[in-house]
């Protein structure tokens, strides 16, 4: 696989470093890490996030802390974690998994800097004025997952292309899901398939979900990123071999655990590019005047094994593109 990069577009931002900043009467910053995700899953993300944090000159435990909110997948828990660090005076939010927790964190504060990653449009949900001059309190990372969507689509009809009614799992307390949905719907409209939309919040959900898809005759699913859906990623291949169906994730990890393929960004880089910008911002530099930073790759990683389990020869077409190919 190709490490995928991101362009960083901060000008002179990163040269300035003024006083470092902390609370008066700390010996080192706080960084508050709010997370709609589980601390299992999340793991690795938060490793690259402190491998961002240690390029820019921070160790957790020795030059700066971290207070850790997990809504693990409740996202309704996410205002009251956003609160608790206000609260606690933390000197950055870093907000992560979903949007839901950047919105949180947002409405918690508008004079804390906050670093995010999201899958939605910040413009256009308001949390920026612009991606090159944020202006608020807020920059971060975005890729855009609403975007992909389609592209999803087009990924599972090439591969499978006898479908003609594809399911689309999405959780409905996901802020992009209404994006999502229609965005794909209108994709299929374009391509004379049919999409029939599934939704899960809860693990029996996703078991329902998979259940209906034979009364739904549905020859393929896209499983829309999410990041309580996406921490679910033993439960989605099992289901998915278990009914036979071919599946298109968002994640790697996905499809390196058993699934069949994905499309998406390199989440690793993401949470590093967050990790920087939050050590950044304790140095002193200003969120208004970080870029909001976009991937300007993306992974297709397919899985022989799985494809092979399936029954499924896989187009030329597709492995010429593949960034990567489980075998």
């Known amino acids: ?28 910053p706080v960084i508050g890490y709010l997370s709609g995700g589980a601390p299992g899953f999340s793991a690795p993300y938060a490793a690259a ?13 020795q030059n700066v802390a971290a207070e850790y909110r997990w809504a693990e997948g409740r996202y309704d828990r996410l205002p009251a974690l956003a609160a608790d660090l206000v609260q606690r005076r933390v000197d950055v939010i870093a907000a992560s998994g979903g949007d839901v927790a950047v919105r949180a964190a947002k409405n918690a504060s508008s004079t804390i800097p906050i670093v995010f990653t ?5 413009v256009a949900d308001g949390l920026v004025a612009s991606l090159a001059r944020p202006g608020g309190n807020l920059t971060g990372v975005s890729f855009f997952a609403v975007e992909l969507s389609p592209k999803r689509l087009e990924l599972i009809s090439e591969l499978v292309p006898e479908a003609k009614l594809i399911a689309l799992l999405v959780n409905p307390q996901n802020s992009n899901t209404r994006l999502v949905v229609r965005d794909v719907l209108e994709a299929a409209r374009a391509r004379t398939v049919q999409v ?9 959900e ?5 259940g209906s898809l034979a009364k739904f005759q549905a020859q393929a699913l896209i499983v829309d990123p999410d990041h309580f859906i996406d921490s679910r990623r033993e439960q989605l291949v099992t289901l998915a ?13 996905l499809t390196a655990a058993g699934g069949l393929m994905s499309y998406g960004v390199s989440l690793l880089g993401v949470y590093r590019q967050l990790g920087v910008y939050a050590g950044t911002i304790l140095k002193g530099a200003d969120p208004a005047d970080l870029p909001v930073q976009r991937p300007t790759k993306f992974e297709l990683v397919i899985n022989l094994k799985t494809a092979n389990a399936l029954g499924l020869t896989i187009p030329q077409s597709l492995l010429a593109r593949a960034d990567e190919v489980i075998e």
């Open 241 to 253: 071999a278990r009914y036979a169906i071919p599946a298109i994730y968002g994640l790697r990890e």
């Open 118 to 122: 999201g899958g939605g449009d910040p």
């Open 1 to 28: 696989m190709r490490r995928r990069e991101f362009v960083l577009l901060l000008g002179g931002a990163l040269s300035a470093a003024p006083a470092l900043r902390a609370q008066p009467g700390r010996s080192v």
């Open 196 to 204: 029939e939309v599934v939704t899960a919040s809860t693990a029996a």
């Open 49 to 61: 996030f402190r491998q961002g944090l240690s390029e820019a000159g921070f160790v957790e435990g």
């Open 206 to 210: 996703i078991d329902a979900a998979f």
